[in-house]
């Protein structure tokens, strides 16, 4: 019996980090992929990291192309465009990404274009800066709330796995 609890304890260990890691973001949220549209805003503060996943929801005429820089830049597509008015990007590598809409003036004029940078499993270490003075303590960033929900996910798993076996 206390075999089995240790090879449960064991996959739930190894498996469970693995699938809390990745996150899907709903570009606009409920908004979608439209025009009038703040997608600056709206990527600020988020953590894009290789494995997430971004969801482009949008109707027709809408599309989505994925550019680089400079097509990013003067709002230029370029290659075939994904029209099926729900889009799911899986992000694979770290650096700058960008997409726009390539109907009419949408992004040139209404805004409908989105720039992240995503960063890869490691994160690079923090450059020391020098000391400044005292302050209060900065709240929790991103990824002390990611590892605090993962912590919380394998402790119910945990619970659970231990609530099967015994």
């Not at 990745?22 to 953590?47: C, L, M, P, Q, R």
């Not at 302050?135 to 993962?150: M, R």
Request: negative net charge; glycine residues 8%; proline residues 8%.
């Amino acid at each position: 019996m206390a075999s089995n609890q240790f090879i449960a304890f064991a996959l739930v260990t190894i498996i469970l980090p693995t699938l809390a890691v990745a996150t899907e973001h709903i570009v606009g949220d409920d908004k979608g992929w439209t025009v009038n549209f703040n997608y600056t805003a709206w990527a600020s503060g988020k953590v894009f990291q290789v494995g997430d996943t971004l969801v482009f929801n949008y109707q027709p005429p809408h599309n989505l192309f994925k550019v680089d820089g400079d097509g990013f830049k003067n709002c230029v597509p370029s290659g075939e465009p994904t029209i099926s008015g729900h889009d799911i990007i899986t992000l694979k590598s770290p650096g700058k990404k960008w997409y726009i809409c390539g109907i009419g003036n949408h992004c040139s004029e209404l805004g409908q274009k989105l720039v992240i940078n995503v960063v890869g499993s490691e994160a690079p270490a923090p450059t020391p800066a020098a000391p400044a003075t005292p302050t209060a303590p900065a709240p929790p960033n991103a990824a002390y709330g990611l590892a605090a929900s993962c912590y919380q996910i394998f402790v119910a798993a945990v619970a659970v796995v231990a609530m099967i076996v015994a």
